[in-house]
């Protein structure tokens, strides 16, 4: 059981917008910041959102990332087949333990 | 560009410690900058996160796991490890080392990951 909850799957089709949330607490989401990954089939987790909305070099701007209270949410605009992955969202927990969600699974029909 | 190389055995038997190492290349992990960490992915499960090791030998454990985990860094060698004892088969998992951006929870670099099955 992950500490910070996401659906399990979400589906959209090519071109359309897609969002993903992510909820947590008052000890985690609540309190700091947010980052989002994405894992393509097959390869490592990549950093996509971080400091709740702030996208590193090289991630195209289809990708947004907001936060508001204890929940947060991932916005993919145009979507591609490429963008076919897993996604989790992750933050600090009161604890001191970095936590993620439990990933959500994104079909481009 | 910085990159990390998990290695270690793939096959680790129940009760047995599992132990994996990570090499930093590209970059030094003496940086005062960034912390590095050990994340798993269980099968059909979600990311779970084992730990942090910052350059100086400080660690920082996940309390589900600090029973059984050890970590080290070896500055020399540019590569910092990790050891789990006692393990089951609830351990076996896709075992990630990755840098973690100091005083956030960014973590901007991944090795490929690598495959650890518990059985006998």
């Given at each position: 059981?992950?500490?910070?909850?996401?659906?399990?799957?979400?589906?959209?089709?090519?071109?359309?917008?897609?969002?993903?949330?992510?909820?947590?607490?008052?000890?985690?989401?609540?309190?700091?910041?947010?980052?989002?990954?994405?894992?393509?089939?097959?390869?490592?987790?990549?950093?996509?959102?971080?400091?709740?909305?702030?996208?590193?070099?090289?991630?195209?701007?289809?990708?947004?990332?907001?936060?508001?209270?204890?929940?947060?949410?991932?916005?993919?605009?145009?979507?591609?087949?490429?963008?076919?992955?897993?996604?989790?969202?992750?933050?600090?927990?009161s604890s001191l333990s970095a936590?993620?969600?439990?990933?959500?699974?994104?079909?481009?029909? | 560009?910085?990159?990390?190389?998990?290695?270690?055995?793939?096959?680790?038997?129940?009760?047995?410690?599992?132990?994996?190492?990570?090499?930093?290349?590209?970059?030094?992990?003496?940086?005062?900058?960034?912390?590095?960490?050990?994340?798993?992915?269980?099968?059909?499960?979600?990311?779970?996160?084992?730990?942090?090791?910052?350059?100086?030998?400080?660690?920082?454990?996940?309390?589900?796991?600090?029973?059984?985990?050890?970590?080290?860094?070896?500055?020399?060698?540019?590569?910092?490890?990790?050891?789990?004892?006692?393990?089951?088969?609830?351990?076996?998992a896709v075992y990630y080392c990755?840098?973690?951006?100091?005083?956030?929870?960014?973590?901007?670099?991944?090795?490929?990951?690598?495959?650890?099955?518990?059985?006998?």
């Open positions: 059981q992950s500490v910070l909850t996401q659906p399990p799957s979400v589906s959209a089709a090519p071109g359309q917008k897609v969002t993903i949330s992510c909820s947590g607490s008052s000890s985690n989401i609540g309190s700091t910041y947010v980052s989002w990954y994405q894992q393509l089939p097959g390869t490592a987790p990549k950093l996509l959102i971080y400091d709740n909305n702030k996208r590193p070099s090289g991630i195209p701007d289809r990708f947004s990332g907001s936060k508001s209270g204890t929940s947060a949410t991932l916005g993919i605009t145009g979507l591609q087949t490429g963008d076919e992955a897993d996604y989790y969202c992750g933050t600090w927990d936590v993620f969600g439990g990933g959500t699974k994104l079909t481009v029909l | 560009q910085l990159q990390l190389q998990e290695s270690g055995p793939g096959l680790v038997k129940p009760s047995e410690t599992l132990s994996l190492t990570c090499t930093v290349s590209g970059g030094s992990i003496s940086s005062s900058s960034y912390f590095w960490g050990w994340i798993r992915l269980p099968p059909r499960k979600g990311l779970e996160w084992i730990g942090n090791i910052y350059y100086g030998g400080s660690t920082y454990y996940n309390p589900s796991l600090e029973s059984r985990v050890t970590m080290s860094v070896d500055t020399s060698k540019n590569q910092f490890s990790l050891k789990l004892s006692s393990v089951t088969a609830a351990d076996t990755a840098r973690l951006v100091r005083g956030s929870s960014d973590f901007d670099y991944w090795g490929q990951g690598t495959l650890v099955t518990v059985s006998s």
